[in-house]
């Protein structure tokens, strides 16, 4: 299994509504990581995880709240979201945060806040 | 500020003939440089990164640092070579840095 899996592919939620985005992958990396998008914009670095910890916060606000179970998973969860927080949220993995090689991305989660 | 850009937001060229996105970038120190593209409907996936000095599907990106560019070259345009092409920095070990991205049509 060489593919990042997210899940769910779209999500509405109100603004104080509660969910999760979540991630799975079976490659054995060590890496996992948060990006979003905006509509015609690349992709913005939010979290990253290395062996399971928390090693990069991009400032992200604390209604984000990424979650690492183990070394196969990556959860966002997600609380009192804006409207502007509405983008796609890609998930990535890599073998390892210092190795110089490819970042596999999962196909994203679109997410609309109303 | 280390960062990385691209100028063109679109690219039009037509099938058979040379395409060159362009990519600058502006980093202390050794860079790492990487093409990421996205196919219509498809996810982010790796094209190239300037390590591996390789060629992928005609593909080709050359580091200069004197001119502080990352240039992705084809001499012949393919209809399937239509995509989003994203110039990625790594930064430090852990952060990935995209531009804004150049939309390619290849146009019959």
């Known amino acids: 299994d060489t593919e990042v899996t997210q899940t769910p592919k779209h999500l509405v939620m109100g603004m104080t509504n509660k969910k999760s985005l979540k991630c799975e992958q079976h490659m054995g990396h060590r890496a996992m990581y948060w990006y979003k998008q905006k509509a015609k914009k690349p992709p913005e670095l939010m979290f990253v995880y290395s062996y399971e910890k928390l090693s990069i916060n991009e400032s992200v606000p604390s209604r984000f709240s990424p979650e690492c179970p183990n070394s196969s998973l990556l959860n966002l969860h997600l609380h009192a979201l804006q409207p502007e927080d509405s983008a796609l949220y890609l998930c990535a993995s890599s073998r390892e945060t210092g190795y110089t090689g490819e970042l596999f991305f999962g196909e994203g989660s679109r997410l609309t806040v109303l | 500020a280390q960062r990385v850009t691209q100028p063109e937001k679109l690219l039009s060229v037509f099938k058979g003939a040379p395409v060159e996105l362009k990519c600058n970038y502006s980093y202390s120190g050794s860079p790492e440089l990487f093409w990421y593209v996205q196919y219509s409907r498809q996810r982010l996936q790796l094209l190239l990164r300037h390590i591996s000095r390789e060629s992928i599907k005609g593909f080709t990106a050359d580091l200069n640092k004197g001119e502080t560019s990352f240039h992705l070259k084809k001499p012949f345009a393919q209809e399937e070579d239509s995509a989003m092409y994203y110039c990625?920095?790594?930064?430090?070990?852990?952060?990935?840095?995209f531009g804004q991205g150049t939309r390619l049509t290849i146009n019959p």
């Open positions: 990625a920095l790594k930064q430090g070990a852990q952060k990935l840095v």
